[in-house]
């Protein structure tokens, strides 16, 4: 179990880093398995560097700004995300307007991000210029199945977007289905003027 406790005003640490060595193409292979995570002010798991295949499962991840982010450092073969726990994700650093995401690929060949539960991704982040349950971008053959988003954005009034699923080009093609997005874990009366789409 990793547990962060640093200050959260100027925490930019990461639970779990994949990174480049001395050599740059990255790993044939990689699993980042069975991780418990807590606290970490940048993300629990960052890839950035290459991997030709990648699966990340099973991890639980609490209370750090973002939840398993892909960079564009990354640039990856094959990325299954599949059954981890992703639960109070938000931007824990003062003054943070940027992203806060729950799961994020970036410039993939191919990507699975299947049976993830993401509970409560940006409720306290009302600066923040988009928070985002699931991000795809520049991934060319997507498959985003069976998974679980709710309590997305503040429930008030909040600037930037709201997103559950996102998919943005370039890609080739995409497969989304039987995933639950819920802006809200019970129905709530509370008005708001916040952009919210459940997939974009």
Known sequence: KLVNTAPARSDTTVGIMLATGL???GSEQCQVLANQIEGFGLAGI???APVRDLIVKLNIIEQCGS???STDNANGGSLSIENNHI???D?????AT?????????RAGHATIAGNIIRSVGVTAVQ???RVGILAFGVERARVSGNEITEL???GDFVGRAIGILLAAPMVDFEVGHNRVERDASPSTQRSNGDWTALF
């Not at 931007?91 to 003054?95: C, T």
């Not at 940027?98 to 970036?106: H, Y």
């Open 23 to 25: 050599d740059k193409a």
């Open 46 to 48: 960052v890839i950035g």
């Open 67 to 69: 939840g398993i982010v």
């Open 87 to 89: 639960r109070g994700v």
């Open 91 to 95: 931007a824990r650093r003062e003054g």
């Open 98 to 106: 940027g992203l806060v995401v729950g799961i994020a690929v970036t």
């Open 128 to 130: 923040s210029a988009l």
């Open 153 to 155: 954005a503040p429930a």
